[in-house]
Every structure is written in C-alpha cells, then in structure tokens.
C-alpha cells in the first residue's frame, strides 16, 4: 500500500475483505490487517531481524482500494529460507504483533549455540560438526577475513 511519505517503503497489508459502495465498482475500499516492520514495533529492529522481515499485526484497518501500489508475497519463515531467489516484493513473516502491547506470538523461537541468537536469514550460517548447531562467531570471522585489506 501506498505510503503517504513517498521517501518511505510502501506498507505492507493483507486484504480481508473487499467491498464496493458505489455503482459499477466505483468507491471501491479494503478491509486489511497491517503488517509492520521491526523498527516500527516497540523494541524496534534487532540483530536478528532479517531485511525482509514482517509481523502480522492486530491492527485493521479500512482503506481506499486506490492505495493498493502492487501485489507482495508475505511467506513464513520456513517457506522464505527455502526461496532459491528472493524478489523485491517477497517478505517473510515469523511472528504476530500485538500492537496495543507490544507483545508478540510466539514470545520466544529457537537460538544456536554460540552466539544464543535467532536464525537470520540474511547472515550466512555455518553448522558446527560437534553439536550440529549454527556458529555465528565463524560466520563473523570469515565476513571479516574477507574484507579488503584483511
């Protein structure tokens, strides 16, 4: 959906409901349920966030069907990390806001062994070969030894 600002992204919604109060289609308005990135919900964008990442909120809303800018696909997460390409308009989304409170379901998801944090699928993972866990500190070293100069 349209942003007002149009130096910000565009929103992302899910369509509910669709409904005509005019003659011929005319007036035509849309039920959604807001999705918000991580920098807009209280605690804001963490490390583990992905670029790509939304919430599907309790928020609802009704909107003109005028500001629908183009269609995107919001995946779960699972679904997202098996993409062999991710396209501008692909989100993916592994939790649910609640906008009033700030909470979210579920309040907890799976960590990795050395660096205690969730899968980002933005950042390389390497499989530790003892304990079959996620090593980020490998990750980090080897993004660091690969920068010019090192």
């Known amino acids: 959906m349209k942003a007002p600002d149009t130096s910000k992204p565009p929103y992302v919604a899910k369509i509910e409901e669709i409904e005509a109060a005019g003659p011929r289609g005319a007036n035509v308005k849309v039920k959604v349920r807001w999705y918000y990135r991580p920098e807009e919900s209280i ?9 790509k990442e939304v919430f599907l909120s309790d928020h609802q809303d009704v909107q003109s069907a005028d500001t629908i800018e183009c269609k995107c696909n919001v995946y779960s997460f699972r679904d997202y990390t098996k993409l062999s390409a991710v396209n501008p308009e692909d989100y993916f989304c592994r939790f649910e806001y609640k906008s009033i409170t700030g909470s979210f379901v579920p309040d907890r998801i799976a ?33 660091h030894s690969m920068e010019p100069g090192c």
Do not use: A, W
């Open 43 to 51: 605690g804001g964008r963490r490390p583990f966030h992905g670029e």
């Open 111 to 143: 960590v990795f062994c050395k660096c205690e944090m969730p899968y980002n699928p933005d950042d390389l993972m390497i499989q530790c070969e003892e304990c079959s866990d996620c090593n980020m500190e490998t990750v980090l070293h080897l993004r």
